[in-house]
């Protein structure tokens, strides 16, 4: 797959692309409906298949004072999209100058001119254009003037509940990991550097990865999860605590604190990827560090009964 951002001087050829259009926080499982749609039918067609995207979400541009939380970062948007028999990714710069495109100038000057789409591939709720005025029946009206085929993707659906988004991150945000499981399609993850803390961990027995994800990543609500992290490409059983230590009053700012099972290595400084199985309780404030440590003790068994019998 090949990764193009739209300062790059780069074109397809003429008439000679898929495109694939939508924000695609997460690749939830409606995401990949639609990714796998654009895939087969470029292939039935004889197309190269493209994704059209942008690297900040619309929503964080145009909405000034309400800030949209997201699913993923830019770059595991790429890695999950790479896993796939997509052609092409294509990020383009959303901002203010960008929010203010007509649709039609849209689709002829962006989808038609620059990407040579012959296919368009999108959800059923997508908008496009200045103020969302363009909606998938606009698109269709406009493939018939520049001669492009639409393929609408129907709403998906998981337990009968619309697989959206902004559905996910509520999940996310109220701690029900098994839920956002099933309409994410997979567990979901934060991915960060390991940095030096307090190392109160270490000091009652329970060393823990102090995690710093990306400030505009959402994340799961207080309390201790069953996780698995990744390191240098193994996983590992572990323990992650979310919140601010009120045991010890550090009530800074929310953290995420992982202590890997059975694991003794240095991995300060390392890159790792934590992914969240299950909420095993809230965060509480224990009386002193020896309370503390018996909390976590009882923990890590419920940790170690539940990877025994659980696979990832």
Known sequence: MKTIYGNESFTFGKRSTAVGLGNFDGLHVGHMALVNTLVSEARIHNLKSVIYTFTKHPENILRKNLFTLLLTTVGKRIQLLSETALDSLYFDEFDEEYSRIEPEDFVKQILVDRLGARLIVTGFNYRFGYMGKGDVDLLKALGRKYNF????????????????????????????????????????SITGEVMDGKRLGRRIGFPTANLHPEDYLIMPRD???????????????????????????DLSKIKAETHILNFSKDIYRSSIEVFFLVKLRDEIKCKDAQDLSAQIQRDVQVAKEYFGINGF
């Open 223 to 249: 309390g201790v999860y069953l996780t698995k992290t990744l390191y240098k490409g193994e996983f590992y059983s572990s323990l992650t605590n979310i919140g601010m230590n009120p045991t010890f009053a």
């Open 149 to 188: 085929n639409l393929i609408v993707i129907p709403p998906v659906k998981v337990d009968n509940e619309l697989v959206s988004s902004s559905a996910i991150r509520e999940y996310v945000a109220k701690g029900d990991m098994e839920k956002v499981f099933k309409l994410l399609g997979r567990h979901y």
